[in-house]
């Protein structure tokens, strides 16, 4: 990559396909913190009946497992940092991981729809198929774009075409966090409006509000260092923007976020403030809990994929659905009191 006489730049590796020779103990230690995390997160899904909670979790020890593979391969490079199918492979892996995060956290926002469906902005099940399948686009542009960029051997025209789908999957998962938190944000102020707003339901939105935050931070980083990767020529080291050439701001903004991120859900699993049972729901008292018939839609796929927030149902008079859910839970709720008063005057009854 250089010519005879010329002067290489401070931390270059000649050779390296990450410009700098890659720190060797790093990728160790989050792959044994990914690791543990991923174990914790697999006890919490499977083993723990209190938290039994795989429809709603599931992607989190998936990422925790994709990212230990992206740490490993990133440790074989930092002793082969001229070997490119392990570049490739580690990058493509670690860009591949923190979606997984996200899409976990759209199961959580839709479970808390669930919980009080009658003061949600948009069906709870639409939540996270309509999340889900953008996710599914970001992932594709993200595991096809990193391969082609990182690949040394592609043609210029072929890696500025990865760099665009790269870009486009980090702009589209920046849009995608603004839609959903928005989502979170109107759903707690009607919540908040309407006195629903217990400790646990608190607890698990600060939750979600904090990955969100670690998991667009990281997107951010990652979407400028891919845009100031439009001016890098790769036969001229000096050209590499600061991002490229020191090494802290990937192990700070990717690897530890991340690892914050993983270990928060582990400590704050989300089943800890809400039930396993998608029928049971908040009491519009904002205190108890009513099992009851669930919450259904008869908008068609393709409806709910074109309209996805149900803006037509915002419009006056075709605010139907959620009145429907309001007055199923005001009846559930009164039901539930009659019982408990029914029961508690058997109960005066029989004693002598």
């Known amino acids: 990559m250089s010519s005879p006489g010329y002067s290489l730049p401070e931390g270059y590796a000649p050779g390296s396909f990450w410009y700098y020779a890659p720190n060797k103990p790093a990728p160790i230690v989050f792959s ?6 991923g174990i914790w997160h697999f006890y919490q899904c499977e083993k723990t009946c209190r938290f039994r909670s795989w429809k709603a979790t599931s992607m989190l020890p998936v990422a925790a497992l994709i990212f230990v593979a992206g740490f490993v391969l990133r440790a074989i490079g930092a002793w082969h940092y001229d070997n490119l199918n392990v570049f490739i492979a580690s990058t493509v892996m670690v860009l591949s991981a923190p979606p997984f995060y996200e899409a976990a956290n759209f199961f959580t926002l839709g479970r808390i729809l669930y919980y009080v469906a009658y003061q949600a902005p948009m069906h709870p099940g639409r939540v996270v198929t309509t999340f889900s399948f953008l996710q599914m686009v970001v992932e594709a542009l993200n595991g096809t774009g990193g391969a082609r960029v990182q690949n040394g051997t592609l043609t210029a025209q072929q890696q500025n075409v990865g760099k665009a789908m790269l870009k486009t999957a980090l702009i589209l998962q920046l849009i995608c966090q603004a839609c959903f938190i928005t989502l979170a944000v109107a759903f707690e102020y009607r919540c908040h409006r309407a006195g629903l707003l217990p400790k646990r339901l608190r607890n698990v939105l600060r939750v979600l509000y904090l990955s969100c935050l670690l998991i667009t931070t990281r997107t951010v980083y990652r979407t400028v260092e ?33 690892v914050i991120n993983t270990w928060l859900l582990n400590l704050c699993h989300p089943s800890r403030y809400l039930p396993s049972n998608l029928h049971i729901f908040l009491a519009t008292d904002g205190v108890g809990e009513i099992l009851g018939q669930g919450f259904r839609t008869k908008r068609n796929f393709w409806y709910s994929i074109i309209d996805p927030f ?34 508690g005057a058997s109960n005066s009854e029989a004693k002598p």
Not at 241 to 252: D, H
Not at 314 to 319: N, S
């Open 226 to 258: 891919w845009f100031e990767d439009s001016v890098i020529v790769y036969t001229d080291p000096s050209t590499f923007p600061p991002l490229f050439k020191r090494e802290w701001f990937f192990w700070f903004f990717e690897a530890t976020l991340m």
């Open 32 to 37: 044994i913190l990914f690791t543990v995390s």
């Open 310 to 343: 149900d803006m037509w149902g915002l419009l006056p008079g075709q605010f139907k659905e959620r009145e429907l859910w309001l007055q199923q839970a005001r009846e559930e709720t009164a039901a539930h009191r009659e019982e408990i008063n029914g029961n």
